[in-house]
Each structure stands twice: as C-alpha cells, then as structure tokens.
C-alpha cells in the first residue's frame, strides 16, 4: 500500500472520531464524566509515550539532539500560542460557561486538525510503523477531545445533529493537512523529519497543559489510583509498540 494511501485512510480514520460524540446521547452525564477521565488518562499516556519513546528517538536519528530539542520546543510553544490567540480551550466537562464560544472552538479546532493531519503524513514519509503509532497517539487524544466539543456545541444551542456535522466538518481538515504534508514533503525533504520533533512538543503540551490536569482534579485514592495506572497503561501501549513490525 502506498505511503499516499496510508496517509488518506490513517486522516479519514481521525476524521471519523469525530462522530463519537453521539455516545453521549445513550449514557447518563455522571457515568460519562466517570468514562471521560479514564479516557483523558489513556490519551495523555499515549501522548507522552508517543513523543519520549518514538517522536523524539527517530528525530534524533536522523538530527543533532540540539536541532531535534528546539524543535520540540518550538512545537510546544506554537500549540500554547494557537491556544493562546484563539482563546481555544478543551472542555471535557461538556459543559462551558461562554455560549459564543462554539465558533471560536470550531475554528480552533480546524486549525488543530489541520495540524494532525500535517504530522500524520510526516510519520508515514518516514516509515509506516512511525506513521500508525502517530496516528494511534492523536486518536486516543481525539476520543476524549470529540466527546467534549460534541457538548460545548450542544450547551452553545446546536442542534444534536448540527453539532455531529460541524464537529465532522471540522474534523476533515486534518485529511487536508495530511495531503498537504504529503505534497509539500516532495519540495522540501526535511519537511518531514522536522515535523517529527515538532509533533513531540506538541504531544508533551497537550498531555501536560491540558489532559493531566483535568486527572488531577480527582481526589478518590481509590479513584485517583486507577486514572494513574491508567495513564501508565497509555505510555505501555506506546512502549509494547515500540516490539511490533509492520
């Protein structure tokens, strides 16, 4: 299969997460905050793995380690920057207190997504094996993502199906950014490589700023004790990866 078509199924993939958010119709909302946690641990487990145990090693690779951790850098601040200008937060509660913000989060969204689909394609120029852990790494993210921008555009007063089409809508600019990585990468070789590293930073940004905090929220042990080992079991999905050929 060619690296194009790898890259086009791996983004429709993305893309398609964006209709889980009709899940929240079959479940109460406290047994979803319930799922939505340990989904959050999962996600930023992956993330970090993903970045420390395949991004950053294969950058290194083919870089000096100061290129490939100003990279990482600059990954990081760029995600922090786009949060920063667009006002553009994640809502995993499913609830947010500004009603006009669901536009800003669409935009916000979109251009997030582009971005996926902008590093996807770099995993799959590289090697396919780095192409499909990138992709299981933004899916995982995506999942506990998706469900939450589902209920700021329900809060905001979309319609249920409204809200499933934009998210959608939005969702398939990531197969733009996929084919444009993929073009793109013909014109400027290292185009793919340096995204690699990029993609790291903003995996570390999004796990850090974003996905751990909201489990830090909980105060259980008990409860508390489970996300952890949930978010471990996220960066061991990364690990065991790291055995498999394709």
């Known amino acids: ?7 086009i199924l791996a983004t429709i993939f993305v893309s398609l ?26 996600s930023a487990g992956a993330l970090m793995g993903g970045a420390f145990l395949h991004l950053i090693p294969e950058a290194i690779e083919e ?3 100061e290129t490939v951790f100003i990279s990482v850098l600059l990954g ?17 509660e499913g609830e947010c207190p500004i009603h006009t913000f669901a536009y800003i989060n669409l935009f916000g969204d979109s251009v997030h997504n582009f971005l996926d689909g902008l590093i996807i394609a770099s995993g799959f120029i590289i090697d396919i094996k780095l192409g499909i852990i990138t992709t299981l790494a933004i899916a995982l993210h995506e999942i506990p993502q998706e469900i939450g921008d589902f209920g700021v ?15 959608f809508l939005t969702a398939l600019t ?22 690699v590293p990029f993609a790291a930073g903003g995996f570390i940004y999004i796990a850090a700023s974003d996905l751990i905090p909201e489990i830090r929220k909980e105060t259980q042990i008990k409860k508390s004790a489970l996300v952890f080992i949930t978010f ?5 999905i990364m690990y065991a990866l790291k055995f498999i050929s394709v």
């Open 153 to 167: 555009l329900v809060y905001a007063g979309f319609k249920k199906m409204k809200a499933l089409l934009f998210n």
């Open 1 to 7: 299969m060619s690296t194009l078509l790898w890259i």
């Open 17 to 42: 997460i964006a209709f889980i958010g009709i899940i929240t119709l079959f479940f109460k909302e406290k047994l979803l905050k319930k799922i939505l946690l340990f989904l959050i641990a999962l």
């Open 232 to 236: 471990i079991i996220g960066i061991l």
């Open 174 to 195: 990531a197969i733009l950014g996929g084919l444009i990585g993929f073009f793109l990468s013909n014109y400027t070789s290292n185009l793919a490589m340096f995204l």
């Open 76 to 92: 990081f601040v760029l995600f922090f920057l786009i949060e920063k200008i667009l006002h553009w937060r994640h809502c995993h």
């Open 63 to 65: 870089f000096t380690s």
